[in-house]
């Protein structure tokens, strides 16, 4: 007879090798933190995926232009991911609309959208009245449908 170590036992003639209990039962330590790195990496993982959902529209030099009527209508990336505009008629400067025109914050439009239905009024008005307007009233904010803070109340 083969003599036995302490940790093995003979059932039915085969040698058995036990494990120590910690390996089959989880130690409650390591538990815990396994539940917290879990928890974490799913907070982790879920506030990437907020954030790349709620990116802002990107701007493209190239592509972010419009012409209209002899009118160059060129969009400009502003603070809090907003736009403003200038218009050029040929290679003159026109007008250039670099804050949000009703409430005089340093920041633009919340879409191009925006940003080129007020310049497309803009070269309305300079083609009939020979120069752009001086002021915005508020009233044409309500009249393009724009959608800033200030002109939904």
């Not at 701007?59 to 990336?77: A, S, V």
């Not at 025109?101 to 009245?129: C, M, Q």
């Not at 002021?135 to 959608?147: E, F, R």
Request: aromatic residues 12%.
């Amino acid at each position: 007879m083969v003599p036995l170590a302490k940790d093995q036992m003979l059932y039915q003639g085969t040698i058995l090798t036990t494990l120590p209990l910690k390996h089959h039962f989880p130690d409650q330590k390591n538990y815990v933190m396994k539940y917290k790195q879990a928890t974490l990496l799913c907070a982790f993982v879920f506030s990437i995926v907020t954030a790349y959902g709620q990116q802002a529209e990107k701007f493209n030099p190239e592509k972010d232009k419009r012409e209209i009527n002899g009118y160059t209508i060129r969009l400009m990336p502003m603070p809090a991911n907003t736009f403003g505009f200038f218009i050029l008629k040929g290679n003159k400067p026109v007008y250039s609309q670099l804050s949000d025109p009703f409430s005089h914050r340093p920041i633009g439009f919340k879409s191009k959208e925006d940003a080129y239905k007020l310049a497309e009024w803009v070269t309305g008005e300079d083609s009939k009245n020979g120069r752009p307007p001086m002021k915005i009233p508020l009233s044409v904010a309500k009249q393009l449908n724009l959608q800033s803070t200030n002109t939904q109340q």
